[in-house]
Nanobody
Framework: QVNLVESGGGLVQPGGSLRLSCAAS????????MGWYRQAPGKQRELVAF???????NYAGSVKGRFTISRDNAKNTVYLQMNSLKPEDTAVYYC????????????WGQGTQVTVSS
């Protein structure tokens, strides 16, 4: 069992920045990678960024060059630095962890709202 708690969402003007945090607890040794997904109203949930336990990263094309995913292993926390935010980045952002512990698993956080508006 891996528990994920997100923080850092909010309201920001276009062009602004926000940093999301996701703290993992529980059987963290079983995590192979963590990332962020987002879901806007009326749309499907989509991958934003992902980082593996080996440090490899993957980004959605729409956020490359603007968002950066990073991790602090000592704090069991993953961050998403979001710069040059656009109105189309408005969504609920969910932290995700994938791993294997007597079988593959996937855990989700509760979600945090990010609203980009003037």
């Amino acid at each position: 069992q891996v528990n994920l708690v997100e923080s850092g969402g909010g309201l920001v003007q276009p062009g602004g920045s926000l940093r999301l945090s996701c703290a993992a607890s529980g059987r963290i040794f079983s995590i192979n990678g963590m990332g962020w997904y987002r879901q806007a109203p009326g749309k499907q949930r989509e991958l934003v960024a992902f980082i593996t336990s080996g440090g490899s990263t993957n980004y959605a094309g729409s956020v490359k060059g603007r968002f950066t995913i990073s991790r602090d292993n000592a704090k069991n926390t993953v961050y998403l630095q979001m710069n040059s935010l656009k109105p189309e980045d408005t969504a609920v952002y969910y932290c995700n962890a994938k791993g294997a512990d007597m079988g593959a698993f996937e855990s989700w956080g509760q979600g945090t709202q990010v609203t980009v508006s003037s």
